[in-house]
């Protein structure tokens, strides 16, 4: 696991979230985000940009699939920190090749630093019925 791509991945949901609260474009919400930050490593910008950008194109999907598995909560019930976390973490079980343990665990984290004192149980119970319906060859754990 790279330290790079954990941060990238805590500004990707840092980003995330200011875009859902301010319900902006992502061009401009982007530009506006990485001027309050000092510079940032480029690799981690990148990587942060690819997720968000990931995310948003896939929303849809990603949205229903949390729906999908969260039978007691409506996206728009959950804790803006809590969904946003959920979305990437999703975005990276469906979309790339980080393995699901790794995908997982980060946004466990993510939750923990971020979210409520609940909201790694949350996400954990979350991506476990997400991941129990990927493929078993994207299940594998040795990945």
Do not use: C
């Amino acid at each position: 696991m790279s330290l790079k791509r954990t941060r990238a991945r805590e500004r990707a949901l840092q980003a995330l979230y200011q875009i859902d609260v301010a319900a902006e474009g992502i061009d401009d919400a982007l530009s506006r985000f990485w001027k309050s930050f000092e510079p940032v490593e480029r690799e981690v910008m990148e990587d942060a940009e690819g997720f968000v950008r990931g995310v948003a194109a896939h929303r849809r999907t990603i949205d229903d699939t949390i729906e999908g598995v969260s039978t007691n909560w409506r996206l728009d019930r959950m804790a803006k920190v809590d969904r946003n976390v959920l979305r990437l973490a999703v975005y990276e079980l469906l979309r790339t090749d980080v393995p699901v343990k790794v995908a997982i665990n980060e946004a466990i984290e993510l939750g923990k630093k971020y979210g409520s004192e609940s909201s790694g149980a949350f996400v954990n119970g979350v991506l476990d019925k997400v991941a129990a319906g990927l493929p078993p060859e994207r299940r594998r754990t040795d990945r």
